[in-house]
């Protein structure tokens, strides 16, 4: 019983590296569409602000 209960133990932190390295990957995914959104949104925001200063001048 002691070697199944140590069997079932290592297997259940067997899985814990496997899915820390799934939400690893997510979270870099997330960050880099995060990071390209705002770039975007920078940019266009940049465009207009440009509109905005070359009308008032």
Do not use: H, W
């Not at 266009?44 to 001048?57: E, H």
């Amino acid at each position: 019983m002691k070697k199944l209960v140590t069997s079932v133990k290592q297997f259940i932190a067997s899985e814990d590296g496997p899915t820390a390295v799934e939400y690893a990957v997510m979270l870099a995914l997330i960050i880099v569409v995060c990071l390209a959104a705002v770039s975007a949104v920078g940019s266009r925001a940049n465009t207009k602000f440009n509109k905005v200063a070359s009308f008032l001048t």
